[in-house]
């Protein structure tokens, strides 16, 4: 299937390497706007991609990593990224730490983004909870969904960024980007561990956030095991790194690249 994506061209010719970004669980490639601005500005060309079933993209009847990768490898493919730096945050890390096993020789680099290779118990039934409670066909407003929403989370800013999913109809009433029904019903494939054996011996920068949870010290072995070119990068943020201090990840991740 096509993804749909963004693509930001450099601001110079100087570089011409290539970065493609992966969005988290319920983001899109509007997340990475600011970023990619950013890094395009540093000469760098970028393309911001919505996983399947988020944002543009279609809606597919399996939510899995192999069904991700394989569409993600199709699209490097097609416009030929077949020698890119991939980045990914949280389940866009993770679909780039499984590309990255099945098709090593598709790419140059690799950045994951406080995510790690290991099986995770999803906090996120809550929130998928919350968004079907909602009642997207009789729904009357955004403020109208966000006093629903906020009986499952409690964060003002974590409900923002949720209900950008939300998409005003034609003919009125609202709509879900997100295939909210095949997330509810196959979320359970998120949290599982990676799905392709191998190592991936390219270089790799992994970045955490000091007050998340994601990526945790006794990580670090397993980590290089599978990525034995790795380096461990931490900010003093939360899970959304990259949201929270947007400036210092892009000096990070340049100065990874540059080194």
Known sequence: MKLFFREYPPANSDKRQTLVILHGLFGSSDNWLTQARLLSNQGYRIFTVDLPNHGQSAHTQTFDYPSMVSDLAEFLREYNLQDAVLLGHSMGGKVAMNLAMAHPEALAKLIVVDIAPRYYDLEHYTIVDGLNAIGIDNLASRNEADEKLSAYVAEGDVRQFLLKNL????????????????????LSNIGVDLQ???????PTLFIRGRRSS??????????????????????????????EKPQEFVDIVLGWLNS
């Open 167 to 186: 998409q005003r109809k034609a003919e009125g009433g609202f709509t879900w980007k997100i295939n909210l029904p095949l997330i509810t019903q196959q």
């Open 214 to 243: 994601y990526v945790r010290d006794q990580d670090w072995n397993r980590i290089t095991e599978l990525f034995p070119n790795a380096k461990l990068e931490t900010m003093e943020t939360g899970h959304w790194v990259q949201a």
């Open 196 to 202: 392709f054996p191998g190592t991936f011996e390219k």
